[in-house]
């Protein structure tokens, strides 16, 4: 409530979101990130990936459903 934005307002653009585009748009800017992220490991990429993914606002639920096929690509 820092922003004093209506809760009324939140739920209804968080239910308008189309959740196969999300998922979309995740993969995609994990894929990009993949590219250039550095690890001895994949267990230590796919910290970092979701880390960034987080950081963007992706929910880790979502995150941890869509590592396993970007992991197939690395």
């Known amino acids: 409530m820092l922003k004093k934005v209506n809760d009324q307002l939140i739920e209804n653009a968080l239910k308008s979101i189309d959740y196969e585009l999300y998922i979309e748009n995740l993969k995609s800017i994990l894929t990009h990130k993949a590219k250039t992220v550095k690890a001895n490991s994949d267990y230590e990429k796919n ?28």
């Open 47 to 74: 910290g970092k990936l979701a880390r960034f993914a987080l950081g963007r606002g992706y929910e880790y639920g979502d995150i941890s459903k869509v590592l396993p096929d970007i992991e197939e690509q690395y």
